[in-house]
């Protein structure tokens, strides 16, 4: 498994943006093949946000696949190395409060929407995200 740390919640204005991060702090982080963000709010379960996975290369060309609540305002990158990711998201509003989750995954899925959280081996320990109107 590797370890995994968020980073860039906070409280932001509607209709704001921010950006999270997400870095493998340790382990061996050259099996993953996908990383993603998941959230969770209050009295709800957790949801898929966001995941890129990993080309030949980089994250840079990495296939990508969005929830339809955050598709047209939000994008998932990463860093040249299998230690970083990041999730711009604009245009907040208040149902996306919630607590963000960072997770990777070793397990190659050629189809980038086949990927379910059970495929994620690794998770971090949340940034919390409120939207405030």
């Known amino acids: 498994q590797v370890q995994l740390v968020e980073s860039g919640g906070g409280l932001v204005l509607s209709g704001g943006s921010l950006r999270l991060n997400c870095a493998a702090a340790?382990?061996?982080?050259?099996?993953?093949?996908?990383m993603g963000w998941f959230r969770q709010a209050p009295g709800k379960e957790r949801e898929f946000v966001a995941l890129?996975?990993?080309?030949?290369?980089?994250?840079?060309?990495?296939?990508?696949h969005y929830a339809d609540s955050v598709k047209v305002r939000s994008t998932i990158s990463g860093g040249s190395l299998k230690n970083t990711m990041y999730l711009q998201m604009n245009n907040l509003k208040s149902e996306d409060t919630a607590v963000y989750y960072c997770?990777?995954?070793?397990?190659?899925?050629?189809?980038?929407?086949?990927?379910?959280?059970?495929?994620?081996?690794?998770w971090g320990r949340g940034t919390q995200v409120t939207v405030s109107s």
């Open positions: 890129i996975r990993w080309n030949d290369i980089n994250w840079n060309s990495g296939v990508t």
């Open positions: 340790a382990g061996r982080t050259f099996r993953i093949q996908a």
């Open positions: 997770a990777a995954s070793n397990r190659f899925r050629r189809v980038a929407s086949d990927y379910a959280e059970t495929d994620f081996d690794s």
